[in-house]
C-alpha cells in the first residue's frame, strides 16, 4: 500500500477507534487520533506466540484495524496508524528505531522499531512543527511528543528527547533526523535511538521475520498486550496483570485461566476470535510454565 487505503476501510478503521468522522487536518485532530487508536486497538504479541504472525504490510495492517482483528506489534501498528494519517492529509514520514532496556544495548543498531514523524504542525512550543507519532510502543505515550529536546509531560507522565547521535543516511529526511528518547523510570523499556538508518519495506520486512520467528527473540517469550487510556497504562505480561499510572503501580497474578483470559479481552480488548481450544491450552500452559520459572528465580 502506498499510503493509501479504500474509503470503507478507512472509515470502519475510525469507528473501531470510536471515531465518527475523521478530525481535521491539525495538531488536536493528530492527538485526538493518536489517543484514539492507543486506547481501543492493544499493543499485542499474540499471533507471534501462536507461531502464525500477521503480515507487517500497511495493506494487512489497516485491514486488521478496520475489520477488528488484532494488528500487533510496533512494525503493523505504526503501519496502519501511517497510513491512516497520510490517507487523512497529515505529512509522515518514517525513521529507523532501536529499543533498548539494558544499558550495554543503547548503541545497538537493529532496527526493532518503526517510528513516524508528522510535519507541519507548528504550535507555540514547538516551533518547528514535527511530532513524534507512535502507537507501537505498548508502554509508550497517549499522545505525540514535539521533536523538541527536554522533557515533556502528557498525562502526568513525563518523557524525555535527547540529542541524537549515531549514523545518519545521506539526505536528510523530512524533520529531525535522528534523536534520542529515554522513558519514564521502572518501565518495561529504557529508551529508543532513532536515527535514519535503512527503514525501508525491505529491512522492515526482513526485522519482522526475524522477530516474529527466531527462537531468542523477545517477542517470542510470553504474551504481552498493553494499551494507554485516560493516562493509564494497562497491561498483561505472561500471568501479571499491571495499571500503572504516574503515581504508582498495581499488579497482581493472574491464578487462572477465566482470570487470565477474561483480563487480556475485556481489560486489554484483546480480540481473539480465531484463536481455538486448543490454541488456548497451549498458550495457558506456556504461561504456566514460564511464570513458574520466572517465580522461582526470584522474579528478576
Known sequence: MDGTAPEELLERYLARIGL???????????????????ARIPYDNLSTMLDRPDPADPASAVARAASGARVGYCFQQNAALETLLTALGFAVSRRHGHVWTRPEDELGTRLNHLVLVVSGLPSTGNPGGHWWVDAGLGEGFAEPLPLVRGEHEVDGWTFRIGAGFGAQAAGRPTGPAAWTYHHFPDGGLRGVVVTSRDHSADAVAESHRWLTTADESPFRRFVVVQRIERGVQRAVRNLVQQVTTPTGREARDLTSYDDWRGALVDDLLLP????????????????????RAWDEAGRP
Not at 481473539?272 to 511464570?291: I, M, P, R, Y
Open 20 to 38: 465518527d468522522a475523521p478530525p481535521a487536518v491539525g495538531l488536536a485532530g493528530l492527538q485526538e487520533l493518536h489517543r484514539a487508536h492507543v
Open 272 to 291: 481473539v476470535a480465531d484463536v481455538t481450544s486448543e490454541e488456548w491450552s497451549g498458550l495457558w500452559e506456556h504461561a504456566l510454565a514460564s511464570h
